[in-house]
C-alpha cells in the first residue's frame, strides 16, 4: 500500500503569511496526486489536480508542485477563509485511492 | 449548479443494513465516474468505492469489499451505496462525488487519472453502527 504523510500535521499562520504543506508518498507515485480542502462541518472543496494544476475557480493564491514522492501545497498571502484542514491524495495505487492524514491550519 | 445530495443515513446496529443515495443534477449525470468517500467522526478522509460513468465498472476499498456495493441508475441520476454487516468502525459520515473526468456513449477522452479527482462533494449524509 502506498502511504501518504503529511507534514506538518497543525500549523499555526497569521493573515497575509505564505504557508507550505508537504505530502510525502511512500514510493513514487509520479504526479497523480490532488489537494482539497475542508473546513469544519463542510465538504472537502477540490484546489488541485495532477499536483500542480488549479482546478477552475479556485484562487490563484494556491499553488502545488512535485513529483514523485515529494509535494507541496503553497498558499502565497493566507486571507481568513483559507483557515482550513488540507488533504492530499494519490491515486497510483489505481484502482484504489487513498489520502493523507491531513494538515489542519489554524490562526496564530 | 451542480449538486450532489446524500440521503439515506442513521443509526443501525451492528450486522443491520442500510442504502445510501445520492441524487444528482445540474450536470449529464450519465457522462461522469462517482465516488463514496466517508470520515469517521475526528478522522481523515477514507475512499469507498468507484463506478464509472455506465455503471460497467466498479471498485471498492479493501476495508468494505464484500459488505458494501455501490451502483447507479443513469435515469434517476441517482448513485446507491448498499451496506451490508455494518460494523462499528463504519460510523462516518459518507460524501458523494463527482469525478473530474468523464465519458459520452462509449468514448472517454480524459486521462484516466481524472476519473479519481473528486471535482463536487454532497454534503454527506451520517451513519452510525450502535447497539
Known amino acids: 500500500d502506498i502511504q501518504l504523510t503529511q507534514s506538518p500535521s497543525f500549523l499555526s499562520a497569521s493573515v497575509g503569511d505564505r504557508v507550505t504543506i508537504t505530502c510525502r508518498a511512500s514510493q513514487d507515485i509520479g504526479n497523480y496526486l490532488a489537494w482539497y480542502q475542508q473546513k469544519p462541518g463542510k465538504a472537502p472543496n477540490f484546489l488541485i489536480y495532477?499536483?500542480?494544476t488549479l482546478h477552475s475557480g479556485v484562487p490563484s493564491r494556491f499553488s502545488g508542485s512535485g513529483s514523485g514522492t515529494e509535494f507541496t501545497l503553497t498558499i502565497s498571502s493566507l486571507q481568513p477563509e483559507d483557515f482550513a484542514t488540507y488533504y492530499c491524495q494519490q491515486l497510483k495505487s489505481y484502482p484504489m485511492c487513498s489520502f493523507g492524514q491531513g494538515t489542519k491550519l489554524e490562526i496564530k | 449548479q451542480v449538486q450532489l445530495v446524500e440521503s439515506g443515513g442513521g443509526v443501525v446496529q451492528p450486522g443491520r443494513s442500510l442504502r445510501l443515495s445520492c441524487a444528482a443534477s445540474?450536470?449529464?449525470?450519465?457522462?461522469?465516474?462517482m465516488h463514496w468517500v466517508r470520515q469517521a467522526p475526528g478522522k481523515g478522509l477514507e475512499w469507498v468505492a468507484i463506478i464509472s460513468y455506465d455503471g460497467s465498472i466498479k471498485y471498492h476499498a479493501d476495508s468494505v469489499k464484500g459488505r458494501f456495493t455501490i451502483s447507479r441508475d443513469n435515469s434517476k441520476k441517482t448513485m446507491y451505496l448498499q451496506m451490508n454487516s455494518l460494523r462499528a468502525e463504519d460510523t462516518a459520515v459518507y460524501y458523494c462525488a463527482k469525478g473530474l473526468g468523464y465519458c459520452t456513449s462509449n468514448r472517454c477522452p480524459s486521462p484516466w487519472d481524472y476519473y479519481y479527482y473528486m471535482e463536487v462533494w454532497g454534503e454527506g449524509t451520517t451513519v452510525t453502527v450502535s447497539s
Open positions: 495532477a499536483a500542480s
Open positions: 445540474g450536470f449529464t449525470f450519465s457522462f461522469f465516474g
